[in-house]
């Protein structure tokens, strides 16, 4: 499925600062090369984001808004953790 931001959108206006932009990916538990390798990007470029070299996209700012936020509502099930498999004989 294809989405695209046009203006006038709501997502369009969607902004993230570079702190806001740690901010998401620490939520997420992603590192930049991480979404480099999610987005099939260069490095560079999610590095410059980061930097404030440039500004996120508004596409791009909307989805890590969202992500971030549905995270940190949901959060991680704590049910799974320290779960072993042992395998039947």
Known sequence: MEYTVEPGDENYKATL?????????ASLQWSKEQL?????????????IDDGEISAPPLLAAWLNTL????????IPE???KRKHKPQK
């Open 68 to 75: 971030a936020m549905a995270h940190d509502t949901v959060g």
């Open 36 to 48: 480099a390798d999610i987005l099939e990007c260069d490095i560079s470029w999610v590095n410059a």
């Open 79 to 81: 049910v799974y953790r």
């Open 17 to 25: 600062t570079p702190e806001m932009f740690r901010r998401r990916l």
